[in-house]
């Protein structure tokens, strides 16, 4: 029987071999941006035809076509990721004022004011101020010590 001329090519790894292993043919690895041949090649393809397929699109669209219709309404609004959204927080002045925001954000999802990605998205920034706040204090406090120690 013949062999197959899509047979896998054995691997030239291990000692004395082409590739050491554990040492890539290339540390560097690919650069940032680079496109292949095929990605190249479409794209020039495309954009000697672009009016052209834009054109076409439309025309599907406006005779019908509901998938070529609403890759053309996604493009032109995309859906929206994310918004404002509408809940009163009291002032944060310490870390001692966090659980009374946390407890209004978690009200607010009990309530179905906010989803709970858009209470852990905002308990995310409640987050960052408090550790904003404790460095503030932190910094303060060891002005003072060293004043008082004379330093």
């Known amino acids: ?6 047979k896998k ?3 030239q790894r291990g000692p004395g071999k082409r590739f050491e292993p554990g040492k890539s043919g290339n540390p560097a690895g690919k650069p940032k941006g680079c496109r292949s041949r095929a990605v190249m090649a479409a794209q020039a393809l495309i954009d000697g ?3 052209e397929v834009v054109n ?3 025309e599907l669209a406006l005779s019908g076509d509901g998938p070529v219709l609403r890759a053309i309404l996604d493009r032109l609004c ?9 809940v009163t927080l009291p002032a944060i002045e310490s870390a001692a004022d966090i659980p009374a925001v946390t407890n209004v954000l978690l009200h607010a999802v009990g309530k179905g004011q906010l989803t709970p990605a858009e209470a852990q998205a905002v308990a995310g920034l409640v987050e960052a101020h408090r550790r904003a706040i404790e460095t503030a204090d932190l910094a303060e406090r060891i002005t003072k010590l060293e004043e008082f120690k004379g330093l």
Not at 1 to 6: H, K, Q, V, W
Not at 78 to 86: A, E, L, S, T, W
């Open 1 to 6: 029987m013949a062999e197959s001329p899509l």
């Open 9 to 11: 090519q054995s691997k």
């Open 49 to 51: 035809k672009a009016e």
């Open 56 to 58: 076409k699109a439309i």
């Open 78 to 86: 995309p859906p929206r990721k994310d918004g404002p959204i509408k």
